[in-house]
Structure formats: C-alpha cells, structure tokens
C-alpha cells in the first residue's frame, strides 16, 4: 500500500507529531513523506528513521508560511504524483485547514483525530477521539483514497528505520493560489509547543495574576514542559490566548499534565483528559480537578511549587 | 453584506457522554443541546459586521427536526433567516456537500464557520467547503475586520498568530476572541418565531464514512494524595511509578 505522508517543520525541524504520522504510515505500507518549503536535506533524510523510505521536498519559497490553498495543491498533487491511497498527516491547526480541502480535491473519505492503527479485517475502520476526547468512535471509510489525521501523542515513534532517499518534487503553483497576503507574524521562539510538549505546567485563576507566573515557568523549565493555562487566564490576558487549554481552546494529550490553581471544570478537563497521567495542586480539597487526577497536592501553590521545582531538580540532576 | 454562518446542533458543554442500542447512538436522555461554542462566535461576529455594514445574516444546519430550538435560538441573537438541510449529519463530506449546494445559489459575500465541532471535532467542514465552492478558506480565525471587499484576518497558529490580508469572498472558521457570545434578549425572542426557517431536503446523500460504534474511555483510578509537605513523595511517584520524568 502506498502511504504520503504530510511533514510540517518548526524553525527547520521536523515536528514530533509529524514523526508519529510517519510512524503511523509506515505500519500501514510503503511511505513517501512530503516536505514544504525551506528546510535542510539533512534534516529530511532523518525521516527514514521514523520509517519514510523517501522524501518529496518542494522547496518553493513561497511555502514557508504554512498557507492554506498552496498546501493544498501541493498534498493533493503528490498523492497523484505517488498513488498514494493513504494520506497520514498528524491532526495540527496547519493540518485541520488543509486536509479538508486535499480531502474534497481528491474524493478521498476523512477521518480526525484518528488514535488507533486501521483494522482492515472487514474493509477499513479506525478508531477516533470525538466529544473533545469524552468517547471514541468506530469510523468505516468507504472510498478508494484516505485521508487520516492522527490526534497527537497517540502513535509511539518508530526510531529504527534507515535513511530516506530526498527527492525535489516540484509542483507548478499558480498566482491566484497565493491570494491571501501574510502581512505579519507573531510567533513565541525556542518554546516548546503546547500542542506537541510531553509535558504541561497549567496554571488557572488560582495563580492571582499574570506576575505570578514565574513559579509555573520555573517548574516547566526544569520539567522541559510547554506552559499552558485556563480559559479566564487567557480571557484576562494573563497569558496569550494560545495557552489555553480546554474544550474552545487547545486539546493537550501529553504523558503528564500539572494543573495548578484550576478548579477542573468539565469544560477544561475535556482539553486534557488524554493525558497519560495528571497532576493537580490546589488549595481546596474539594477541587473538582482532583476526581480526574492520577496525583494530588492539596496546599497553596506559592509554598508548593517553589518546593517541587528544588526536589524536581535535585531528583533530575 | 450577505453572510452565511453555519452552525451545530450539538450537547451542552457540561454533558454527560453515554450510548444507547448497543453503543451504536448517542444516547440524548437529560442532554441539554446547544448552538456549537464556536459556531456562537461565528454567529456574534456575524452580527456585529451586520451592525457596521449592514446587510443579511442566514443561519445554515444540516440536521434533523429537533434542531430547530437551536436554530430559533441563533435567529434571536440576530441572523434574519435560517435554513434546515433536513437530514442526520452523518459525515462532514455529506455535511460539506450540502453546504456548498445551498450556498452555490445564495451569492454570500461571507460564509462563517467554526473552527470546529464540538460533537466529532473535525475541524474539516470549512476546508472542503471551500474547496467545493473554490472559493479560499482559514481557520482558525480570531480576528475578522471588513473594510469593502477586502478583509484583515488574525489566524491563530501553534505557538503565535499570523494576520493577512484577503479579498472577499471566503470561508472561515472562527475561534475566540472574535467576539464575545450574545445572548438573545426577549425582543429577540419574540422577533425569531416569525423568521423564516426553510427547511430543504438534501441533494446529494454521498457519504465517505460511516460510524460502526461507539466507546467510553476506560474509568480513570483513584487519585493518591500526597502531603503539600512532602512534594519528595510525588517526585518518587512520577519518577518510579508513572514512570514520566
Ligand atoms: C462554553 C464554555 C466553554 C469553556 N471552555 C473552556 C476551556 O476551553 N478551558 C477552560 O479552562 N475553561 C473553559 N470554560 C470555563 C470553565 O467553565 C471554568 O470557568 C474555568 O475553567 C475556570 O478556570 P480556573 O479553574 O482557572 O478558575 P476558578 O474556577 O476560579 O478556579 C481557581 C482554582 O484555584 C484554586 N486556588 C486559588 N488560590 C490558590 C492557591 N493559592 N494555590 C492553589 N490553588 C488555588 C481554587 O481553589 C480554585 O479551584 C468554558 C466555559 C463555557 C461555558
Ligand atoms: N451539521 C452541520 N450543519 C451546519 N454546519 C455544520 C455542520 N457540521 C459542521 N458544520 C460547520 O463546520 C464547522 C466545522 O465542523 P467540523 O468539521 O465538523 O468540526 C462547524 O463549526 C460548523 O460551523
């Protein structure tokens, strides 16, 4: 079976959500991998690990800015280009507003938010998160094409595969594709994604106010943990809005989630209950937060978390 | 400005998730159903660009006759008619399709969607509709100025935001903070009963997937305390027992 995978790339690597999808693709048949826009031929090649057996870049300058006509054309035109009958992609903002389009394009059947290989022991079904991660659907795709996009941190990384062979793939891309006019660029550097991270340090209402985030930064600096928060923390601008986790914001599924200072409504929990495991500080025993916990701290933040940063460091040294 | 804002019919927020009939349906006892979050924004900014601009607000859903409470409900906050595909929103590719159909004829400056659905959390229906129409889509967008027949967008991405400049029409799914929820007041209330709410049989029943069962997640454990003076504890416990630091 021929499988194309969709790569994105952040400040020139790959994405570790796009490593699953590769992972994912790989279990399924032969993959070629898709590369937009600038980025080294080195970096490329360490996606035969994660189980690519070639890499179709286009290096079209254009393409640096993830837009979404563009890519589009690029993903649907290389489906034709290889016969791929699959296209994996991982379920990312960028992804969600492409593969719909890729999806139309090629009359091929979609499935988000996939987290589970397909069973193909009666057509082809996959398994899906829906109620922002509450239940789990059986999906039956009943076309020739596929497109799957796979929730984050669903699929382990396969490490042991070889190089993979780059290829520049070009693509003749007209003007009118390029319509929408990126006018400018608000981007946090060399953090890690909220989206992505293994690890989340959340703070919620209970922190007071935005100078007192230093204690959640810490305790993620020392975890290697993306920082997150709740709705009213981003409502208030303590924290910017892509911090927020929950039902209307991000959808975490990381192996350990700490939520301090948020009180655990339905709407928050149902952002973060596909993390492994969680953790919640809160002063009030009574916190709704704790039913949904692995661990709990029932104390006040400020006194907490300065002592768990020191013996996180002490224990991680 | 003549604007098409699309919209789910989907459980309350705080709902309880169950299945009936062998886990093949959701099970709607004691449900409370609500216009999608994001659907709502869609739906606020759509009024507020009414107010400054003028024009015509027609809410869109595909779905069965017990929509229509949700339907009344966006036509009080303010859309001027609705529209009812009359059919069970089975995939999105049959959802797209019937909204590209109904708005090939509708001549929209502007059709707004969500971001996502809060039901099946696509995130899809937007791309392929635009794709249908050829017309250019974006989401998530949380910001959306009108100046003519151009638009300023801020288009949330991972980790930051990017603004653009485009030109009329389009499709987008918004996300907050495009603006704030409405809530209908009772002239609003009043006024939606005499709008027109036309509903409209599907015209093409393609569908691309379909949905075998459903499933809960396994119940979660109990959670194990541990003494706020004696954080050593939860260090051991993520170290040798998660097994995550
Ligand atoms: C349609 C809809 C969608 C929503 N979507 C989201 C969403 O996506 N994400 C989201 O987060 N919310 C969402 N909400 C809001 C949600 O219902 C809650 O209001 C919100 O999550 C509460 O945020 P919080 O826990 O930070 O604040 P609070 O509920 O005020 O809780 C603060 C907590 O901090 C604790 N605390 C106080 N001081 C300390 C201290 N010194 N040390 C330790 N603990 C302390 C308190 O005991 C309390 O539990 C949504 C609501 C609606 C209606
Ligand atoms: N049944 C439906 N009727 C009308 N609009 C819909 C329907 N399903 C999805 N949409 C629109 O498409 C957006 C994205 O949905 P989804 O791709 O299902 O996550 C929603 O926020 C709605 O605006």
Request: negative net charge; hydrophobic residues 40%.
């Amino acid at each position: 079976m021929s499988v194309l995978v969709f790569i994105e790339t952040e400040e020139g690597k790959i994405k570790k959500s796009s490593r699953e999808a590769i992972s994912y693709g790989a279990a399924l048949g032969e993959v070629t991998a898709l590369a937009l826009g600038t980025v080294g031929t080195e970096e490329l090649n360490t996606a035969g690990a994660n189980g690519a057996t070639k890499v179709l870049h286009v290096s079209d300058e254009r393409l640096n800015a993830g837009l979404i006509q563009p890519y589009a054309e690029v993903l649907a035109s290389a489906a034709n280009h290889t016969g791929a009958e699959i296209i994996v992609t991982a379920k990312s903002s960028l992804a969600d507003a492409v593969v719909g389009r890729v999806a139309a394009k090629l009359g091929a059947s979609l499935v988000s938010n996939v987290v589970s290989l397909p069973d193909t022991s009666n057509g082809f079904q996959v398994k899906r998160s829906i109620y922002t991660g509450k239940a789990f659907a059986n999906v039956s795709l009943t076309t020739d094409k596929k497109v799957l996009a796979i929730k984050k941190n669903a699929v382990e990384i396969k490490q042991d595969g070889g190089n993979a062979g780059v290829e520049a793939f070009d693509v003749n891309l007209e003007d009118n594709l390029f319509g929408a006019k990126i006018t400018s660029t608000e981007k946090a550097e060399g953090d890690i994604l909220l989206p992505e991270a293994d690890i989340v340090v959340s703070g919620g209402r209970g922190l007071k106010g935005p100078e007192n985030w230093g204690v959640i930064e810490d305790l993620a600096k020392t975890l290697g943990a993306a920082t997150g928060c709740s709705k009213p923390v981003s409502d208030m601008d303590w924290r910017p809005h892509h911090e927020h986790v929950g039902q209307t914001g991000v959808k975490v599924s990381p192996t350990l989630y700490i939520a301090v200072g948020i009180s655990g409504a339905i709407q928050h929990l149902a952002g973060v209950n596909s993390s492994k495991y969680i953790v919640v500080i809160n002063k009030d025993e009574e916190a709704p937060f704790f039913k949904a916990a692995d661990y709990g701290i029932v104390g006040d933040a400020f006194e907490v978390l300065p002592k768990l940063n020191e013996a996180l460091k002490k224990a991680l040294a | 400005m003549n604007i098409l804002v699309c919209i789910t019919h989907v459980p309350d927020t705080t709902s309880r998730i169950a299945f009936t009939n062998n886990d093949t349906e959701f099970d709607k006892n004691g449900v409370q159903f609500i216009i999608g979050p994001y659907d709502d924004y869609a739906l606020a900014r759509a009024v507020e660009l009414k107010e400054q601009n003028g024009g015509k607000i027609t809410v869109l859903n595909v779905g069965e006759a017990d929509s229509d409470p949700t339907i009344r409900k966006a036509l009080a906050i303010g859309a001027d008619e609705a529209i009812r595909v009359n059919a069970f929103p089975s995939d999105s590719f049959f959802v797209a399709n019937q909204i590209a159909a109904i708005a090939k004829d509708g001549n929209y400056d502007l059709i707004l969607m969500g971001r996502e659905s809060i039901d099946f959390n696509g995130g899809m229906v937007h791309g392929m509709v635009g794709e249908l129409l050829g017309l250019p889509s974006f989401s998530p967008v949380m910001q959306l100025e009108i100046e003519g027949t151009s638009a300023k967008i801020t288009r949330e991405i991972e980790g930051g935001k990017e603004k653009l400049e485009v030109t009329l029409p389009f499709v987008a799914g918004c996300q907050e903070p495009i603006a704030e929820w409405k809530i209908p007041n009772m002239r609003g209330i009043m006024s939606a009963r005499s709008k027109p709410l036309n509903v409209v049989e599907p015209t093409d029943t393609t569908t691309h997937s379909e949905i075998s069962s459903y499933e809960l997640p396994p119940a979660k454990g109990a959670v194990k305390m541990v003494d706020a003076d004696n954080v050593e504890e939860l260090v051991d416990l993520l170290k040798n027992e998660a097994k995550v630091i």
